[in-house]
């Protein structure tokens, strides 16, 4: 091991579970810092990876980005709301963050990337009860209220909706924690709790503390002397809103089967564009160190692969973006990420870790290095890898079995050159079987052999004795045990080719022996390095990685119609070919997404049942919920994303986030008809002018709440961020004009229900 052209030793260092993880990187740094002052000036020490300060930095970041967020909610409040119903509301958020991060205190659940992701995401769903309720609490005092009996009347009306609502989307997480396992199963086993918390506390800070605000400081029009310039722009932008949106929903009335058919192509285009997006559930790892694997040919011994290190190494550091470059020899560094697997000791093999000024320049010096410098050595296979999620032992796997190895070893060269060929995508390509060893060729002759009684079995274990030595003792040093081997004389690596015909065989004759060149037939030849089998079965693998920046599921269509198309009818039958690597990966984990997202709609459709009591109703609101599939697959086109593990957790959001829409318009349609007594368009349509105002304000909240994610660039979470951004922007006006028609067109047939009134009379 060397570090920067100096010899070094590698301590790792791990925390016990449970703890604080950057408060133990700074217990740690204390004592290096004080143990560094006790070594001379020619020892150093220098971390080569720190985990808590990758996890440091990523809380910092998720920490600016909620309290960026929790401005940008607050500033939409104030723009679209008049100030004090504004002030109101938004009071709410960073009320219900603080206890929201209490509440997780004393449940002990842990500050990381995912809970703060997850306030995140609630933090524009968190103003939006506050906002349905002062919705309400103004509708009443227009209607004549005091303002007690609006406040009293708003909460108790809306309390079972928004409940409801609140519930479901908190309740529809929870089964994925219990459907997807592994890493990723860990990964958001925490964000349902995170959520639920975070929404159950903004419920009851809009039920309880906000009606209490809206008397004391909401002022009634009698009120009011004369409004703000502030406050005539929002009643003009308001009630420009309202007449487009009037005008809109006359159009769509008078053209109900049109506009139903418009709303179920956008749910077309939605699920076209989802066949089209790349699916990798765990994208690439922004950080300023990367990996450096180097494999030599066989037989040559460890030097060369020391000579080509040290090369790399000079190169290196003579780049002002490296701060150091730390190199294992023969072997691999200890485990310092879970999902890199280290590589088993050879002289053939060797890691570098390079340390790097920025994640920026990492980015930067792995474009360059996988260009120009990917075959910068004629006798080795470099390897510039990028961290990541996903802990596939390459972004490309591709193996053949059967029992013809030389078909199959002519079928994986055919793949690899198509795979050179596609070399503005892929890097590291290369074959389980492209390294060979110099060996020695030994045919028997059966006619010698015969007559001296030497057979296979008895040549092979005379020669494993001359060539790998006879064990004739065992030495213990402390637990390890260590065999003596007795060679035969002349025996080394180095011996010429002409000596091997000299060694003596024994025959079944007592005390005869014969030279190898007389019962057998010698020569020089060539034997694959290693010799793969699975199942019993001969096979080759191919491998490759991802350029930066590019899309594995792309690449990887390219070379499934190749194979289809052009290797697989020449392969002989019974051989089989299997796809690993990322797709192996995408393929274990993709059911157990749809299952979690199944189990989603199933959860909410068992609360619309609750709530609703009619499973039409409830089916309609889940059918309406579609409605954000455009929004969500238009914006990960726009920016050319993958659909991930977190454009899940997006996507589910968003469903929830338009169900509750269609919970409160569909509640007050129904209020309409069977207490006011309207009939059912009547009612479709003052359902849709009622809520138009609070879905659009709240659906504003949700959307901008996120967009710190998008502008962080972060490949984790910016497609949860895009998902709900653009779904829940998209889908405002489909909701509020598909929906009311949809109820129309739905119970167009039922009577007009008489009223308690009516009924008296």
């Known amino acids: 091991m060397a570090q920067n052209g100096n010899a070094c030793l590698v301590i790792s260092v791990e925390m016990r579970p449970g703890n604080n993880i950057v408060a133990f990187g700074k217990e740690v740094d204390e004592v290096l810092d004080s143990y560094s002052r006790t070594l001379p000036d020619s020892v150093s020490i220098t971390k080569i990876t720190d985990q808590p300060k990758v996890v440091g930095k990523s809380v910092f970041s998720f920490l600016r980005d909620l309290i960026i967020s929790m401005l940008i909610v607050i500033l939409v409040m104030v723009i679209l709301f008049p100030i004090r119903s504004a002030l109101i509301a938004s009071s709410g958020v960073p009320v219900c963050t603080a206890i929201a991060l209490a509440v997780m205190y004393v449940l002990k659940i842990e500050i990381n990337t995912v809970t703060l992701a997850a306030l995140i995401v609630c933090l524009g769903m968190i103003v939006d009860d506050s906002i349905i309720t002062i919705d309400g609490y103004m509708d009443k005092i227009n209607k004549g209220f005091g303002k007690l009996e609006a406040a009293c009347a708003s909460a108790k009306e809306l309390f079972m909706p928004t409940f409801i609502a609140t519930a479901a989307i908190c309740a529809m997480f929870y089964p994925m924690t219990g459907i997807i396992h592994g890493y990723l199963g860990d990964f958001v086993k925490v964000f349902p709790w995170v959520i639920t918390i ?37 009643n003009w932008f308001f009630d420009a809103i309202q007449k487009i949106y009037e005008k809109c929903q006359a159009f769509c009335f008078r053209h109900p089967k049109g506009t139903l058919i418009g709303g179920l192509v956008a749910v077309v285009l939605g699920l076209l564009m989802f066949s089209r997006t790349n699916i ?47 190199s294992f020899i023969g072997t691999s560094a200890p485990r310092f990420t879970a999902t890199y697997a280290p590589k088993l000791p050879s002289p053939a093999v060797a890691q570098m870790l390079v340390n790097t000024t920025s994640t920026k320049a990492t980015e930067s010096i792995l474009k360059e290095l996988e260009n120009k410098r990917e075959y910068i050595f004629p006798g080795a296979i470099v390897r510039y890898k990028q961290m990541d999620y996903n802990g596939a032992e390459a972004m490309i796997v591709i193996t053949l079995e059967g029992k013809d190895r030389k078909a199959l ?35 028997l002759r059966p006619d010698e052999a015969a007559k001296l009684g030497i057979n296979k079995s008895l040549l092979s274990l005379s020669l494993a004795g001359t060539f790998n030595g006879q064990t004739v003792a065992t030495l213990w040093e402390g637990s390890s045990q260590i065999p003596v081997n007795i060679f035969s004389e002349g025996i080394s690596s180095d011996m010429e080719y002409s000596k091997v015909g000299d060694q003596l065989v024994a025959t079944n004759i007592p005390g005869i022996a014969v030279p190898l060149r007389q019962v057998a037939d010698i020569k020089p030849s060539w034997a694959p390095e290693v010799l793969d089998r699975l199942g019993g079965e001969e096979s080759v693998s191919i491998f490759a990685d991802m350029k930066y920046g590019k899309s594995q599921p792309a690449s990887m269509k390219t070379l499934k119609n190749f194979i289809d198309n052009e290797i697989a009818p020449t392969l002989p039958e019974g051989t089989t ?34 709530h609703f009591r009619k499973a039409s109703l409830a089916i309609l609101t889940l059918v309406m919920s579609l409605l954000c599939l455009f929004g969500a697959f238009f914006g990960l086109w726009v920016f050319d994303m993958d659909f991930t593990i977190t454009a899940v957790l997006g996507l589910v959001s968003l469903v929830g986030i338009i169900t509750r829409n269609g919970i409160l318009m569909f509640e007050y349609a129904e209020e309409a008809r069977f207490e006011h007594g309207l009939d059912v368009k009547t009612a479709a349509m003052e359902a849709g002018k009622r809520r138009m105002r609070p879905i659009f304000l709240t659906s504003c909240t949700t959307a901008l709440g996120v967009l710190p994610m998008i502008i962080s660039g972060d490949l984790l979470w910016m497609p949860m961020g895009i998902v709900i951004c653009f779904g829940t922007m998209l889908s405002i006006f489909l909701v509020v004009l598909i929906m009311p028609i949809s109820y129309w067109q739905l119970f167009r047939k039922a009577p007009v229900v008489k009223t308690d009134d009516e009924n008296k009379e």
């Open 577 to 610: 070919i299997k796809y690993g690597g990322l797709s192996a990966t995408n393929e274990d984990i993709f059911p157990e997404i749809a299952w979690s997202f199944f189990a989603a709609v199933m959860v909410l459709f068992l609360f619309l049942m609750f």
């Open 280 to 326: 990798q559930m765990m994208p690439m790892a922004a950080r300023d160190f990367f990996v450096i694997e180097v494999e030599t040919e066989g037989g040559y011994g460890i030097d060369r692969t020391k000579s080509y290190v040290d090369s790399l190494q000079t190169m290196l550091l003579a780049d002002e973006r490296v701060e150091t470059v730390t």
């Open 409 to 443: 070893k002519d079928a994986a060269e055919a793949i690899k050159a198509r795979m050179y060929s596609m070399d503005t995508e892929l890097k590291w390509v290369h074959t389980d079987c492209d390294n060979t060893l110099s060996s020695i060729e030994i045919a």
């Open 198 to 234: 975070a929404l159950m506390t903004s419920l009851f800070y809009a039920v309880s503390v906000v009606p209490s605000l809206e008397v004391k400081f909401i002022r009634l029009q009698n009120e009011i002397r004369k409004k703000s310039i502030i406050e005539k722009s929002q």
